[in-house]
């Protein structure tokens, strides 16, 4: 039996999501043949032991260095401090990284890895190769275009990338140019083309609906249009995100703009209609007295919630997730309206606006603006996503299963 050693960043949920995806795909087809340990740190680690219940012995918890949370997404400023002095609590960065590096290392020479797949966690792909082990790095990220109040960050950017570059295989999560969502972030160098498979989105594959309809799926399945509002990202960014959607939400040409919002958090307080008399119902009660709704708050949407809602939505606004674009503009063929928080998703929604999938937006003005500018020109959006979504390639673990296949057998 082939020992293989996934490693998960810790920083955000979309690694961890991608893996989990991956997981699946190898339990389907290599159950018998593999046995998988995984590492992280932080709520990323806690989630491997809520889905590992079993084998706690091969979840293992090293602390990855990550940045400090700002007020939207990482701080900059906290965050390069915090290189040699502790900040909010955290020890100095320069001996958090001395310490994963040791501990990772340590965790090779016990467990023999065959092969090691690492998913934001850069560092692994040097110990990989210093090991002599195989290493997979999946990614859709390489050298991201950086704007011009960023520039300070392109040496970081090019370390990243150095060490990208030590794996055997980079695994691009999304479809082949020129279907490809994070075109911008990637910029490969010639000299590594070769290691590169554009392998297809980490898609967990069609939803089945088999529970009786919900409150929330009974309250929008004969509305005649709404849009999807998603929040995301840490406490503050949320708590940004939501101000901003409310400022929008006050504007004039806001309001008569039916909409759901998503506050991704298990908050069952936070769940409740708003009818367009202007009261505040319970969903029970929403769907009792069938009231005329201009606003939804969801705490927490179940997959099944999640995929009427996006079935039945007019757009999207999001933050420019790859993970999430992926399954909205292809999965979907719904337009988008991003609000980045990061350069990466900056990059991302550019290129859907480049090609008139979505719509970016930088400040509250932008955002209404754009939700106009998709009704009045939808027929434009809905034929430009048709074709995306022919060419939207969802085998992305079932092609990944395959590569690590052949890396264990040669």
Same mark, same amino acid.
């Given at each position: 039996?082939?020992?293989?050693?996934?490693?998960?960043?810790?920083?955000?949920?979309?690694?961890?999501?991608?893996?989990?995806?991956?997981?699946?795909?190898?339990?389907?087809?290599?159950?018998?043949?593999?046995?998988?340990?995984?590492?992280?740190?932080?709520?990323?680690?806690?989630?491997?032991?809520?889905?590992?219940?079993?084998?706690?012995?091969?979840?293992?918890?090293?602390?990855?260095?990550?940045?400090?949370?700002?007020?939207?997404?990482?701080?900059?400023?906290?965050?390069?401090?915090?290189?040699?002095?502790?900040?909010?609590?955290?020890?100095?960065?320069?001996?958090?990284?001395?310490?994963?590096?040791?501990?990772?290392?340590?965790?090779?020479?016990?467990?023999?890895?065959?092969? =090691?797949?690492?998913?934001?966690?850069?560092?692994?792909?040097?110990?990989?190769?210093?090991?002599?082990?195989?290493?997979?790095?999946?990614?859709?990220?390489?050298?991201?275009?950086?704007?011009?109040?960023?520039?300070?960050?392109?040496?970081? =950017?090019?370390?990243? #990338?150095?060490?990208?570059?030590?794996?055997?295989?980079?695994?691009?999560?999304?479809?082949?140019?020129?279907?490809?969502?994070?075109?911008?972030?990637?910029?490969?160098?010639?000299?590594?083309?070769?290691?590169?498979?554009?392998?297809?989105?980490?898609?967990?594959?069609?939803?089945?609906?088999?529970?009786?309809? #919900?409150?929330?799926?009974?309250?929008?399945?004969?509305?005649?249009?709404?849009?999807?509002?998603?929040?995301?990202?840490?406490?503050?960014?949320?708590?940004?995100?939501?101000?901003?959607?409310?400022?929008?939400?006050?504007?004039?040409?806001?309001?008569?703009?039916?909409?759901?919002?998503?506050?991704?958090?298990?908050?069952?307080?936070?769940?409740?209609?708003?009818?367009?008399?202007?009261?505040?119902?319970?969903?029970?009660?929403?769907?009792?007295?069938?009231?005329?709704?201009?606003?939804?708050?969801?705490?927490?949407?179940?997959?099944?919630?999640?995929?009427? =809602?996006?079935?039945?939505?007019?757009?999207?606004?999001?933050?420019?997730?790859?993970?999430?674009?992926?399954?909205?503009?292809?999965?979907?063929?719904?337009?988008?309206?991003?609000?980045?928080?990061?350069?990466?998703?900056?990059?991302?929604?550019?290129?859907?606006?480049?090609?008139?999938?979505?719509?970016?937006?930088?400040?509250?003005?932008?955002? =209404?603006?754009?939700?106009?500018?998709?009704?009045?020109?939808?027929?434009?959006?809905?034929?430009?996503?048709?074709?995306?979504?022919?060419?939207?390639?969802?085998?992305?673990?079932?092609?990944?299963?395959?590569?690590?296949?052949?890396?264990?057998?040669?």
């Amino acid at each position: 039996m082939k020992k293989i050693g996934g490693f998960v960043y810790p920083w955000g949920n979309g690694h961890f999501t991608r893996m989990m995806h991956l997981d699946k795909a190898i339990q389907d087809t290599m159950k018998d043949d593999v046995q998988m340990h995984y590492t992280s740190s932080g709520e990323i680690y806690q989630k491997l032991l809520q889905k590992f219940p079993q084998n706690k012995d091969r979840i293992h918890n090293i602390e990855m260095p990550t940045p400090i949370d700002g007020k939207k997404g990482p701080s900059i400023t906290l965050s390069s401090l915090n290189f040699l002095l502790p900040m909010s609590g955290r020890p100095p960065l320069l001996s958090v990284v001395t310490n994963y590096l040791r501990k990772e290392g340590n965790l090779y020479n016990n467990q023999k890895f065959d092969l =090691v797949i690492n998913d934001g966690d850069v560092g692994s792909n040097a110990i990989a190769q210093r090991r002599n082990v195989k290493c997979i790095f999946i990614t859709n990220q390489f050298r991201p275009k950086l704007w011009a109040s960023r520039f300070y960050l392109y040496p970081g =950017v090019i370390y990243v #990338s150095k060490n990208i570059e030590k794996a055997t295989k980079i695994i691009v999560a999304d479809s082949p140019p020129p279907y490809t969502i994070c075109e911008y972030n990637l910029n490969f160098t010639d000299k590594i083309k070769e290691k590169v498979v554009y392998v297809g989105h980490f898609s967990n594959g069609g939803i089945v609906h088999s529970k009786p309809k #919900s409150y929330v799926e009974k309250l929008i399945e004969n509305v005649d249009s709404f849009g999807y509002w998603m929040i995301t990202g840490n406490k503050s960014t949320k708590k940004i995100t939501l101000e901003n959607y409310k400022t929008s939400f006050n504007s004039s040409e806001m309001i008569k703009e039916r909409r759901l919002i998503s506050h991704a958090s298990s908050d069952s307080s936070l769940d409740r209609v708003l009818g367009k008399d202007g009261k505040t119902y319970s969903f029970a009660e929403a769907v009792e007295k069938k009231i005329d709704w201009i606003q939804i708050d969801v705490g927490f949407l179940s997959e099944q919630e999640k995929d009427t =809602v996006l079935n039945l939505c007019k757009y999207a606004v999001i933050n420019g997730s790859h993970t999430a674009m992926g399954e909205i503009l292809g999965g979907k063929a719904k337009p988008i309206i991003g609000i980045p928080v990061y350069d990466e998703h900056t990059n991302q929604i550019k290129w859907a606006q480049d090609r008139n999938l979505g719509i970016l937006a930088t400040t509250v003005k932008q955002t =209404v603006k754009a939700v106009s500018l998709i009704h009045n020109d939808y027929n434009k959006y809905q034929e430009n996503l048709s074709e995306f979504s022919r060419n939207y390639n969802t085998g992305g673990t079932k092609n990944t299963v395959k590569i690590i296949s052949e890396m264990l057998e040669n």
